[in-house]
């Protein structure tokens, strides 16, 4: 601080200021739920201003998978790159957003472990608010990932046929999904409390299911046991549904109507669970 | 983003006279403060409501953690305008108390009512009438403080240029208005604690809940918060307080409860908990450690009162029961002073001072209890 040489202020005429606050702040009326929702999150939107590498982890794992597995398999799948983009690139989206959703569970189970969920949560706002809040933010941060999955696409040679109604309509697909994926998290969050076990949990879960798909290879060389799995998990309904949209193959339909039931069955199971977790009394 | 630059560099001036007229401030309060005789702690008698419904009444609360009984029957009562002191040692039961009466937590037995609300049923109107602050519900280290603020008014309900007044103001009072615009992380205790308190006056609270307003403050922070704490009590709104310190229970409240594993072991005001635990304690350090068996045995045929040793193996202290009169203290001291030179004990130091924290503890929870007998648990307010 500096040091004062004089005061400018005339304060010892005045009345205590904090006496004056206390007698301001006398209305009260009670925020609503959409204002609350996104006071959670412009506030989530703050602290990526304060601390931008928080976004390193949306921005790295998809140029990381882009790069690496179009080389890496490009050649021996498809036989060039360029061919293996086509099957490879709508996939890597789902597989980017989707690994990307574990980290908004590492930050809720932060802001539990802080304290600052209790500050919200004793607060008279709707109980939802603060999910819903988080959600925004993710929604955010899944759109940036999927600009740089499909940015990079297009450096490598990519030329989607679905044109952008086809690419936009796979990234909110692949988002929609990734934001189910996000409650699921928020749940496991709210039960865990820390964030490197969140982590580990959703990667136990996440891993598996982006390599046991059919993201990287057609299931047709598989084990049968393997193929029925590939066949049920629902990475790979939404990456064959987003390349159904990025391509135009024509198929659409069957995995766009089976991505968002699923999307629809994960948010309708983990919703209530999350809300409930979130307002029970510890 | 937030403010425009040129709003912001306004600020800036200002926030350099604001530094410069809150230390002159501070240090007249600080000089007022010295000159008072005794601390009134009626806080305007005139706003107090002692007829109508308590502002905290709670019975027989019971919370359970896994094996530990965290909470084994907690009642309170707690009258609107009071402040009240929660006293204890770590892991008492004190924030535990705080988070069911703040309806963060829900207890596994006992009612309790706040403002007259249920804190299992009526949540939203408890948590519209009260403010929470201190450790377990803190402030977003990441964020500025007026972006905290900014946040906090938005989910108070205040419009956005409500908020943005509000918190200018707010930061402006606790004077906080020149580090407005930095992370909460980097500011000392001292600040990040009055922010802590002014985030809760975004809307004046009815009820306040203060958790350890001062722990791990330096002496001139802690007597800030304090000052604050006085200011809003006056202002009508009910406090509710937990501290390890006898001394600031003692400064802000009015009635105390000391609440050791997870029951409330003693009930009253400061000056009925003070003669519970006695009028003083003489605390002896010893030359030689050898001698303190026969130190103990001297003061304990002596003096009424409870002799306890001390870790450090050279010092043994005495708390005094209650005398008739304060010369017969001088009188009782001197004669132990003086048994103690004739029997040869060494004496390097002999004080005669107020009950310490862990005194008080010790004569009121029996926790560690010396050789003499300790006190029966009783509620003093009864």
Redesign the interface.
């Known amino acids: 601080?500096?040091t004062?040489?004089?005061?400018?202020?005339p304060?010892?005429a005045e009345a205590?200021?904090?006496?004056?606050?206390?007698?301001?702040?006398?209305?009260?009326?009670?925020?609503?739920a959409l204002?609350?929702s996104a006071?959670f999150g412009?506030?989530a939107m703050?602290?990526i201003?304060?601390?931008p590498k928080q976004l390193v982890d949306s921005a790295a794992i998809p140029i990381l998978f882009t790069v690496l597995f179009t080389y890496l398999f490009g050649g021996a799948v498809s036989g060039s790159t360029g061919d293996y983009l086509k099957m490879l690139l709508p996939g890597v989206l789902c597989m980017s957003i989707a690994i990307v959703t574990m980290y908004g569970g590492a930050r809720l189970a932060q802001d539990v472990q802080?304290?600052?969920f209790?500050?919200?949560?004793?607060?008279?706002?709707w109980r939802g608010a603060f999910v819903v809040g988080g959600l925004l933010s993710d929604a955010a941060r899944y759109l940036f990932a999927s600009a740089i999955v499909v940015v990079l696409g297009l450096v490598m040679g990519y030329r989607p046929a679905g044109g952008a109604p086809g690419v936009i309509a796979a990234v909110a697909l692949v988002i929609a999904f990734g934001l189910s994926l996000s409650l699921l998290w928020a749940a496991v969050a709210l039960v865990i409390h820390d964030p490197a076990v969140v982590l580990s949990i959703a990667n136990a879960v996440l891993i598996p299911l982006s390599f046991a798909s059919n993201i990287f290879v057609t299931p047709a060389t598989m084990p049968r046991w393997l193929r029925d799995f590939v066949d049920v998990n629902p990475l790979s309904h939404v990456a064959t549904a987003s390349r159904d949209l990025m391509n135009s193959t024509g198929g659409t339909g069957g995995a766009v109507a089976w991505s968002l039931i699923a999307t629809g069955v994960v948010t309708l199971v983990c919703a209530p669970i999350t809300l409930h977790l979130y307002s029970?009394?510890? | 983003?937030l403010r425009r630059a040129s709003d912001r560099r306004r600020r800036g001036a200002v926030a350099?006279?604001?530094?410069?007229?809150s230390?002159?401030?501070r240090y007249?309060l600080g000089h007022n403060l010295d000159k008072l005789p005794e601390i009134d702690k009626s806080y305007g008698m005139s706003k107090k409501d002692l007829s109508g419904d308590p502002a905290i009444e709670a019975r027989g609360l019971v919370k359970v953690y896994g094996e530990s009984r965290a909470l084994d029957g907690i009642d309170l009562t707690i009258q609107r305008g009071q402040v009240f002191g929660f006293l204890g040692p770590n892991g008492a039961g004190k924030t535990t108390t705080i988070?069911i009466l703040?309806?963060?937590?829900?207890p596994d037995g006992g009612t309790a009512r706040v403002l007259g609300h249920d804190v299992?049923t009526e949540?939203?109107a408890i948590?519209?009438?009260?403010a929470?602050t201190g450790?377990?519900?803190?402030?977003?280290?990441?964020?500025?403080g007026y972006?905290n603020l900014l946040?906090?008014g938005?989910?108070?309900?205040?419009s956005r240029a409500a908020s943005r007044t509000?918190a200018d103001?707010?930061l402006?009072?606790?004077d906080l208005t020149?580090s407005a615009g930095r992370?909460v992380g980097g500011y000392s205790g001292g600040m990040r604690r009055r922010l802590d308190i002014g985030a809760s006056?975004?809307?004046?609270p009815d009820l306040l809940f203060l958790d350890e307003p001062t722990t791990g403050l330096d002496p001139r922070s802690r007597n800030q918060v304090w000052e604050?704490v006085r200011?809003?009590a006056?202002?009508g709104?009910t406090v509710l307080l937990t501290t390890q310190y006898l001394e600031e229970a003692d400064q802000l409240a009015e009635q105390i409860a000391v609440i050791d594993n997870g029951r409330i072991v003693a009930e009253g005001t400061s000056a009925q908990l003070k003669a519970r635990v006695g009028t003083g304690t003489l605390q002896i350090r010893l030359l030689d450690s050898e001698q303190r068996p026969q130190a103990l045995q001297i003061l304990a045929g002596l003096l009424e009162g409870t002799v306890r040793l001390a870790d450090d193996p050279l010092s043994l202290s005495m708390l005094l029961a209650t005398p008739p009169d304060a010369t017969d203290v001088g009188r009782l001291v001197g004669r132990a002073a003086t048994q103690l030179a004739d029997a040869g004990v060494g004496i390097a130091d002999l004080s005669l001072g107020q009950p310490s924290l862990d005194e008080a503890f010790l004569a009121l929870t029996g926790h560690r209890s010396g050789p003499a007998a300790t006190h029966d648990h009783e509620d003093l307010s009864a």
């Not at chain 2, 948590?127 to 009260?130: L, T």
């Open positions: 601080m500096s004062p040489a004089t005061s400018t202020r304060a010892a205590d200021p904090i006496d004056a606050l206390l007698a301001a702040g006398r209305t009260r009326r009670r925020a609503g204002v609350a006071t412009r506030r703050l602290k201003k304060h601390d802080s304290g600052a209790d500050r919200f949560r004793g607060l008279p706002i029970k009394q510890g | 983003m350099v006279s604001w530094c410069m007229s230390i002159l401030r007249a988070r703040a309806t963060l937590t829900r299992l949540t939203n948590r519209a009438r009260v929470v450790q377990f519900a803190s402030l977003d280290e990441d964020l500025t972006e946040i906090l938005r989910l108070h309900g205040l509000r103001d707010l402006a009072a606790f020149g992370a006056l975004i809307v004046t604050l200011r809003i006056k202002a709104t």
